[in-house]
C-alpha cells in the first residue's frame, strides 16, 4: 500500500507531536530550565504538581494530524476537547501556533516565555488546568464530563462550513449525555449545517478504573457506533511511526467522505441523514510516559491520569526518570537556543484565523450579528382594566417569537430548543415560519418535521442545553423553553456555564456573547396533569448560588410584562436570564405601557390595586410569579369587601433580584428605596412563586426583615385542582387574607368576623373538591373595587397538555 | 410454523388485555356508569380529564404476556415502568390482580368499588396520574424520564432469582441517563445478581414528536443494542391477535434465553458476559383508541399521548365516540354485572406474591434485612489533643466500610456507588475484602475487578444514583460517594426520590426502606487539581428545599466524628443522608466519646477551644464543615495572641438542620437553646463549608439572626493553593480575625493595630503565592493557648488525586 505520509512528512510530525508533549510535560513539572539547557536538579521543579497527563499525548496527537488536514484542504476547524483535563495539551498546542503569545505577549515564544508558560500552569495566579476559557481556541472547559459532543453539535448548526473535530474520552463516553449526545446527528443538515467529526480516544482508562468501551468487543463497539447512524473508522496501536501513517490514511479518508456529503448535499440539497464518518483512536493511556514507575505500571494505564509520578523534592530518582523522559522529546531538534519552535516545524500549523487556536468561531463575540428583532409592543395584549382580559402569556411570547424566528431567517443565527415541549409551553406559533429540525426518517403525516428546522426538540434537557450554549459560545442567539421542574436536570450543566461566563468577563479578548436564556413555564402551580413529580420551583434557588453578575431571574405577572422581559434578554450579553411564566389562560394586569415601566423599574407599586393613595399603608401585599400574583390579587378584592378601610400596597416584583441588596446584585434596590417601597414597619405579606426561603435569603439584610411574611411552595402537592394546589400550599387568597388579619392589629373586633368567613371558604372549598373535583365557582369571578371583572381564573377542562 | 399460544389461550390473555385497557379507559374519563350499564352521557363524565393514554395499552399487552410467563415458569418477576404516565395502565392492573382491593379495601372488586377506582384516578383527595408510591408493584415513579434501567438494575443485583422486566419509552431512550444505562450489563453477573429484561416501547411519538429510535432504520436500531450488548428480539404490528401470537413467542424465547444463560452461570460460574436478551415492542401509540378524533390521525399518532379527546361536557359526539371505544373492549365479556372480572379471565393472573403487583421486592422495607455493623468506635483516629493528630477523614471511614461489607458479604446487601471516584475519595480499604464489579473484559494486569464485586463504579453519577435508589427500594443498604461539585448532576434525580420517600411516610403498607446516603468529598476546597469548574458546595441547598421529615445534612469536623454519623446513617430508614467530608491529611480535633457525644447533640460549644469559661462570651466563633472549623480554629488562636482578655465562645456545628427552627425540621434546636447557645446579643462569626447565604436562610426566624456574619464560599476559585481558596473566598483565619475585629466595640485602641497585622499577614501571603505558589509556612502550625500542637495544614506535594 502506498503511504500517505511521506517519511520527511512523517518525522516532521513526529516531531511536532514531541514539540506539544515536551510542553506539556514541562507545564505540568517545570519551574524552571525550560529547554533542560542544564541538568534537571529539583530546584527546576514546581513545589506543588498538579495537572493531567494521561489524556494530553492524545490530544496533542489529533491535534497535529487534524492541523495537516487543515493545511491541505484549507478547512475551516475547530477542535473541541472532551477530556478538558488535557489543558497541558490544548495550552502546548496554542502556544506552537503562536495564538497563546498573540493573546499573552507574555507567553513569549523564547526561552523566557516557555519557563513562564510553564510556570503560570496549574499554580496560583496563574492558569487552571483545563481547557479553560483562558485558552485560546476553546469553547468547552471539559471539566466536568459529558458535554463535549452537544457542544460540537451546537457549534456545526447553521455553520455549514464548518468542521468541528470534537474529541470523547472514554471515561465522559460513560456519562449519560455523552451517550444520548450520539443521536444529534438527526438533527444536522449537510446541506445547511457544519460537520461534526467525533474521535472517540479509547485511551482505556479513567481515574482507577478501565472505562466500558475500551473493554467490549471490536464488534461490539462497531456495531455501537452504526447503531448511532455513523461509519466507524478504527486507528489502533501504540508505535508512533506506524499510529502517524495510520492516522493519516484514515483523516485522508474521514476528510474525503465528509466533503462527498457535503457536496452532494449542496448539490442535490437534503435528501437523507448521511452516515457521517467517526473515528475510534486507541492508544495507550499516558502514552511516552515512563512504562514504569518505581516498578508499576504507569504507561498505558490509569496511573498515567494525573501527574504519573510525584515526590520530586524527595526523590532524586524521579528527577532522573522526569529528564530522561523530558529528553526522550529531543527538544534540541524542535526548538532552537532562543527556544523559538524550529521554523520548519512551524510551518506544519495553518496559519491565521485557520489556527484551531485562532478560530475566530471559538470567541463567537467576535461574530457574532445582532439579531433584528420586532417591536414586541406590537404583540401586545390589549388590556381594557386590570384583571378583565385573559391570555395564555407564553402564547404570546411564541407569536413574538416568531417573528424574531422570521426576521433572522436569513442570517440563520437563531433557534430555539425543547425536550418536546415547544408546543406544550406554547411556541406553536414559531412553526408558521420553521420546522423543527428532523433529518430522521419521515412520514407523509408528520408534522412539522425538516432538515432545516430551527426548532430543535429532543427528550433530553442535557441535548437541549449544550446543542444551545454551543450555539451561544460560537456567536449565534437562542432560548430554551423547558418544564420548570425538568430543568433541574441540566442544574451542573447551567453551573459550568456560569462559572464560564464569570471567568469571561474578566479576560479582556473573550467578546460577549449572547445570553443563555430560559423560558421555565408548565410550572409548579399548573402540573394539572401531572403532579408532585412535576412539581419544582428550585431552580431559581440553584441559579442565584452564581456570581450576580451574571445571573439574572425574572418572574413576569403577565404577557405584556413577559413581552417586555423576553425582549430585554434577547438584547442582554453574557447572562443567564431565567424566565419563570405560565402558559393556562390567565387574567392579564398591565396595559403594555405599563408593563414596559413595571419591568424597567424590576418591581414596584401597582396602584391601581393599592388603596394607600401614596400615604403610609397598613399593611404591604407584595407577589412575584404570575399564580401568586392572582392570588394576592383576589385577596386584596377579599380584604376590600372585609375591611375596606385597610389600606393596603400592593407590590409586584417582576426582577426578583431587585429583592437583594445593591451590594449583592448589580439590580438590587438601595436600601431606602426598599425602605420607601415596603415600609420599615409594616407587615409584609409576600405571595412568591417558588420555595418561601428564597425571599428570606434574597432580603434578610433590610430593615423590614422582620416583617416579611412569606407564602410559595412548600413541596405539597398532587395531580388536583390550580386552586387546591394554592390551598395545600397556603398561597391561596383565602390563606394571605388570614395572614393580613393575623398580623395587623388595627382589625379589631371585626377579624373575628373576617377569620371566620374565611374558614367558611376555605370549607367551601374542601367539600367541593372532595365531591366534584373542579374548582368552586365563586373563586372564579372578583371584583376591583367598584369596577367589575369577569377573569376567568381556572380553566376547567384538560384542553390543555 | 406450530402457534405458541392456542386461540383459547389468545382469545383469553386477549379479553384479560381487553379488561386492563377498559379500565384504563375508565380511569382517565369516567366518574360514573362504570359497567356502561346505561348508555353513556357526559354526566358520567369526569369535569375534568387529566391521564395518559397514549403508553398506555402497549403497558397493558406487555404485562398479560409477562403474566403469562411467570406462571408457565413460576418466575419471580417485578415491572419497572419507564413511562410512568401510564399509570392508569399499572393500576388497572394491580386490580384486576386482586392487589389493588387488598391494599385499599375501599376500592373493592364489584362495581362500587371501579366506580371509586375511577373516580379517584388524577382527582383530588384521589391518586396521581403517574405510576406512583401509591401504586402497588411499583419502584419508580417514571414521572421524570430516564431512569427505568438504572433502577431494574439496581433492583436485580444481589436478587439471583429475580427477572426484572423493564419498559424503556422511546422517548426515555433519548434521554441520557437511560442512553448510557444500557451498559449496565457490564456489571451485572449472571450467577449472583438476577436478570433485567428491557422491553423497548417503540410507539413512534412524544408529546408532540416522533422518537428517534423509532425513526431510524431497522437496522442501525439492531446494530446499536448488539452494540450496547444485547440480542434484540423484534414484535412489531398492529392487528392484536398476531401480535399476540408474535410476542408469546418471543417471551418463549427469550426466558429460554434466560434460563439458558442463568443455568449455565449457576453451573460454571461466570466465565464472560452473556448478551442478555431484551425485547423491541413496536406498536401503534394509543393502540386501540379511536384512529381518527374530529378527522384528526389519533391512534398511532401523537394526538394520542394524553387525553385522546377532550370537550366531553360541550360535545355530544365525543360521548358518544367514547362510548363506542369502551364498548369495543366488550366489557360485559370481561366483567360479570357485580363487576368482577370473571374467574377464567381471573385464572390468567399468577397468584400470592408471584403477582406483579404484590411482588415484596417492589415494597424493598418489607423484606429489608437489617445490616450487621461493627462498632465504629473501634476505627477512632486517637487523639490525644486537639489539633495534634492528623488523619484522612473519609479513609478512617473507608475502613469502617469495609469491615461494613465484610459483615454483610453473606447477606449480600450492602454496594458502595461511585463515578470512579471510590479511591480518589479514600474508601480504597473496602478493596481488600471486595471488588470493583466488572463484567466486561479484562486483563491480567487489572486492579481489582471482578464479576461479583460490590464497589459499582461507572462514570455517571446518573447511573450511581439510579443503581443504589433501585437497590434501596429493593430493600437493600448502601452508599454513594461522589465528588461534592458533580453531584448537582443528579439534583432532578434527588428531587424525584426525595419526594418519593415523602409520599411513603404516608403510605401506611409502604415499608421503610435504607436511606439514601451521599458521601461528597473531594469538596469546593480541596479542588487543588480541577479548579473553579470542580468547586460547588450548593447540594446542601438544593437538598434542603425538600421536605424536612426526609433530609438530613451532616457535615463533620473530623474522622471520629464522620465515623459516628456514618454509623447513624446505616441505621437511619427513609431518609436522604448527605454527609460533607474532607478527604486530604486534616488535624483532628475529638476523641471517639467526645465525637459521639457531640455528633448525638448535632451542635456544641467546644468548651476547650473557648475562652468564656460558661460566662458570657464577647463573640461567638460558629463553624460548620472541615476547613471552616480549621480556619475558625485558627483564628481563635490569632486572637489569644492579640486580645487574649477577648471571651470566644467557639460552636461546632455537624447536623445542619439543628440550625433551623423546630417547628421547621424535627432536629431543629428550640428557640431557647439556640439563644443559649448563640446568645441574643453577641456577634457571630459564621465560617460555613457552602454559600453563606445559607446559614441566613437557616437562622432567619432566630432571635440574634441580625448579629450574625457569615463566611462561606461565595465562587471565587482557580487551581490554587487550598489556603489561597481560603483567601480569595476571605473564609481565611485572617479575615475571620478581621471580622471579629469589626465587630467587637471592647477591643478600642486594640483593634487598629490587630487589623494591620493580619493585613501585613495577608500581604505576606499574596507575596508567597506570587512567588511559588505555595502556602506560607507559619500558617501551618498554630498553638492552642499554651499547649503546643503541630497539625500539618495542607499537604504540599500533589500526592492526591
Redesign the interface.
Known amino acids: 500500500m502506498a503511504s500517505t505520509l511521506s517519511s520527511k512528512e512523517r518525522a516532521m510530525m513526529d516531531a511536532y507531536w514531541r514539540a506539544a508533549n515536551y510542553l506539556s510535560v514541562g507545564q505540568i513539572y517545570l519551574?524552571d530550565n525550560p529547554l533542560l539547557k542544564q541538568s534537571l536538579t529539583k530546584d527546576h521543579i514546581?513545589?506543588?504538581?498538579?495537572?493531567?497527563w494521561g489524556t494530553t499525548p492524545g490530544l496533542n496527537f489529533i491535534y497535529v494530524h487534524l492541523n495537516r488536514v487543515i493545511k491541505k484542504h484549507d478547512l475551516d476547524v475547530i477542535y473541541i476537547t472532551g477530556p478538558?483535563?488535557g489543558g497541558p495539551g490544548l495550552v502546548a498546542n496554542a502556544y506552537l501556533e503562536g495564538t497563546y503569545s498573540e493573546v499573552y505577549p507574555n507567553i513569549s515564544p523564547d526561552e523566557e516565555g516557555m519557563k513562564r508558560l510553564f510556570t503560570q500552569f496549574?499554580?496560583?495566579?496563574?492558569?487552571?488546568?483545563?481547557v479553560?476559557p483562558e485558552t485560546p481556541g476553546s469553547i468547552h472547559?471539559g471539566?466536568?464530563?459529558?458535554y463535549a459532543l452537544s457542544h460540537a453539535y451546537g457549534a456545526a448548526f447553521d455553520n455549514p462550513n464548518l468542521i468541528v473535530a470534537c474529541v470523547v474520552g472514554d471515561?465522559?463516553a460513560?456519562?449519560?449525555?455523552?451517550?444520548?449526545?450520539w443521536?444529534s446527528n438527526?438533527f444536522l443538515n449537510p446541506a445547511t449545517d457544519g460537520v461534526v467529526l467525533p474521535i472517540l480516544h479509547l485511551n482505556g482508562y479513567?481515574?482507577?478504573?478501565?472505562?466500558?468501551l475500551a473493554?467490549?468487543?471490536h464488534?461490539?463497539?462497531?456495531?455501537?457506533?452504526?447503531?448511532?447512524?455513523y461509519t466507524p473508522y478504527f486507528v489502533e496501536g501504540d508505535e508512533p511511526e506506524k499510529m502517524h501513517e495510520l492516522m493519516a490514511a484514515t483523516m485522508d479518508k474521514v476528510v474525503g467522505e465528509i466533503q462527498r456529503i457535503k457536496s452532494a448535499a449542496l448539490k442535490d440539497g437534503f435528501e437523507e441523514r448521511p452516515l457521517w464518518p467517526m473515528i475510534v483512536l486507541r492508544t495507550p493511556k499516558g502514552w511516552t510516559c515512563p512504562k514504569e514507575i518505581d516498578g508499576k505500571?504507569t504507561e498505558d494505564?490509569?496511573r498515567s491520569?494525573?501527574?504519573p509520578m510525584?515526590?520530586m523534592?524527595r526523590n532524586a530518582a524521579h528527577v532522573r526518570l522526569l529528564e530522561e523522559w523530558m529528553r526522550s522529546y529531543r527538544p534540541s531538534e524542535l526548538f532552537d537556543d532562543s527556544g523559538q519552535l524550529l521554523p520548519e516545524l512551524a510551518d506544519l500549523a495553518p496559519r491565521g484565523a485557520r489556527r484551531m487556536s485562532a478560530n475566530p468561531h471559538t470567541n463567537g463575540g467576535l461574530i457574532l450579528r445582532e439579531l433584528r428583532l420586532p417591536n414586541f409592543r406590537d404583540y401586545a395584549v390589549d388590556v381594557t382594566a386590570p384583571g378583565v382580559e385573559t391570555a395564555e402569556s407564553t402564547r404570546v411570547m411564541g407569536r413574538f417569537l416568531r417573528d424574531v424566528m422570521k426576521l433572522n431567517m436569513e442570517a440563520r443565527n437563531f433557534r430555539l430548543f425543547s425536550p418536546?415541549?415547544?408546543?406544550?409551553n406554547r411556541w406553536q406559533d414559531v412553526l408558521e415560519v420553521t420546522n423543527?429540525a428532523?433529518a430522521?426518517?419521515?412520514?407523509p403525516?408528520?408534522?412539522h418535521?425538516a432538515p432545516d428546522g430551527r426548532i430543535m426538540?429532543?427528550?433530553?434537557e442535557?441535548?437541549c442545553q449544550g446543542w444551545l450554549e454551543g450555539y451561544l459560545l460560537t456567536g449565534r442567539h437562542g432560548f430554551f423553553s423547558c418544564y420548570e421542574?425538568?430543568i433541574?436536570?441540566i442544574?451542573?450543566m447551567f453551573?459550568?456555564h456560569a462559572?464560564w461566563l464569570?471567568?469571561c468577563n474578566h479576560i479582556p479578548w473573550r467578546r460577549p456573547i449572547g445570553s443563555l436564556n430560559y423560558l421555565l413555564s408548565s410550572h409548579v402551580w399548573r402540573q394539572?396533569?401531572?403532579?408532585?413529580?412535576?412539581q419544582?420551583p428550585?431552580f431559581i434557588?440553584?441559579v442565584i448560588?452564581?456570581?450576580a453578575e451574571v445571573i439574572r431571574v425574572y418572574l413576569p405577572p403577565d404577557a405584556n410584562c413577559l413581552l417586555s422581559v423576553t425582549d430585554h434578554c434577547l438584547r442582554s450579553r453574557n447572562y443567564v436570564n431565567v424566565v419563570v411564566a405560565g402558559k393556562q389562560p390567565a387574567p392579564q394586569w398591565l396595559t403594555m405601557d405599563e408593563a414596559v415601566k413595571h419591568c424597567e423599574a424590576g418591581l414596584g407599586i401597582w396602584e391601581w390595586a393599592s388603596n394607600d393613595h401614596g400615604g403610609e399603608p397598613d399593611v404591604v401585599m407584595a407577589c412575584c410569579g404570575d399564580v401568586p400574583t392572582l392570588e394576592t390579587l383576589a385577596a386584596v378584592d377579599l380584604l376590600r369587601r372585609y375591611a375596606p378601610d385597610l389600606k393596603v400596597r400592593v407590590i409586584n416584583v417582576v426582577n426578583l433580584m431587585k429583592l437583594q441588596p445593591s451590594s449583592e446584585h448589580p439590580h438590587g434596590l438601595t436600601d431606602h428605596d426598599f425602605d420607601v417601597l415596603f415600609t420599615t414597619d409594616k407587615p409584609i405579606i409576600f405571595a412568591f412563586h417558588g420555595?418561601p426561603?428564597l425571599i428570606?435569603?434574597l432580603t434578610?439584610r433590610r430593615t423590614s426583615?422582620n416583617n416579611v411574611h412569606v407564602r410559595g411552595y412548600k413541596?405539597e402537592g398532587?395531580?388536583?385542582?390550580p386552586f387546591?394546589m394554592c390551598v395545600l400550599n397556603e398561597l391561596d387568597r383565602f390563606h394571605l387574607v388570614s395572614d393580613v388579619i393575623d398580623r395587623v392589629p388595627k382589625l379589631g373586633s371585626r377579624a373575628a368576623y373576617a377569620k371566620q368567613a374565611i374558614r367558611d371558604k376555605l370549607i367551601d372549598h374542601r367539600t367541593f373538591?372532595?365531591r366534584?373535583?373542579?374548582d368552586m365557582p365563586e373563586i372564579t369571578g372578583w371584583r376591583w373595587g367598584q369596577e367589575a371583572s369577569s377573569a376567568v381564573v381556572h380553566s376547567?377542562?384538560?384542553?390543555n397538555?
Not at 46 to 52: D, E, S
Not at 206 to 212: F, G, L, V, W
Not at 420 to 424: A, C, K, P, R
Request: charge should be negative; aromatic fraction near 10%.
Open positions: 519551574y514546581k513545589p506543588r504538581l498538579l495537572g493531567h478538558g483535563h496549574s499554580f496560583p495566579g496563574g492558569i487552571p488546568s483545563h479553560a472547559e471539566g466536568e464530563l459529558g471515561g465522559e460513560e456519562t449519560g449525555p455523552l451517550a444520548t449526545s443521536h438527526k479513567k481515574i482507577a478504573n478501565p472505562c466500558i473493554r467490549i468487543s464488534d461490539e463497539l462497531d456495531h455501537l457506533f452504526r447503531g448511532y447512524g505500571r494505564y490509569w491520569h494525573q501527574v510525584g515526590e523534592h418536546d415541549e415547544n408546543n406544550s423543527r428532523w430522521a426518517n419521515t412520514f403525516w408528520d408534522d418535521l426538540e429532543m427528550l433530553s442535557h441535548q421542574a425538568f433541574h436536570i442544574d451542573s453551573n459550568q462559572k464569570k471567568v394539572d396533569h401531572n403532579g408532585f413529580s412535576h419544582d428550585g434557588d440553584h448560588n452564581k456570581k420555595y426561603w428570606h435569603r434578610y426583615h413541596e398532587t395531580t388536583t385542582t387546591d373538591i372532595a366534584c373535583g373542579d376547567t377542562e384538560a384542553d397538555v
